[in-house]
């Protein structure tokens, strides 16, 4: 069974940067892709970016293309968000989920199993 610990979200004013991570827990070394999703208050919850494990390959939003960026540490079981030039816009729940297997569209929930518990971020001035 996947797990996710997430963290590093707060409050940051608008230009900022934070960095989220998400210590992954349980995976098989099989396929697997870690996607990070975004829930702003009354939005649907938005794929922002994933990451395919067997290829390294990474897909990004238009959003957040730019701005945003998704890496591993593997010895730390461990992937990043790396989020620069923060807007008030980019405010929401973030949260970190598993892929299984290679599906027809990242960016689509149904494609992921688990789900961390969400870290919340905050652009304002």
């Known amino acids: 069974q996947v797990q996710f610990v997430e963290s590093g979200g707060g409050l940051v004013q608008p230009g900022g940067s934070l960095r989220l991570s998400c210590v992954v827990s349980g995976y098989t070394r099989d396929y697997y892709g870690i996607g990070w999703f975004r829930q702003a208050p009354g939005k649907e919850r938005e794929g922002i970016t994933c990451?395919?494990?067997?290829?390294?390959?990474?897909y990004y939003a238009e959003s957040v293309q730019g701005r945003f960026t998704i890496s591993r540490d593997s010895a730390k079981n461990t992937v990043y968000l790396q989020m620069d030039s923060l807007k008030p816009d980019d405010t929401a729940v973030y949260y970190c989920?598993?892929?299984?297997?290679?599906?027809?569209?990242?960016?689509?929930?149904?494609?992921?199993?688990?789900w961390g518990q969400g870290t919340q971020v905050t652009v304002s001035s």
């Open positions: 989920a598993h892929r299984p297997a290679v599906g027809t569209d990242w960016r689509r929930e149904k494609e992921y199993d688990t």
């Open positions: 990451l395919s494990s067997s290829s390294g390959i990474t």
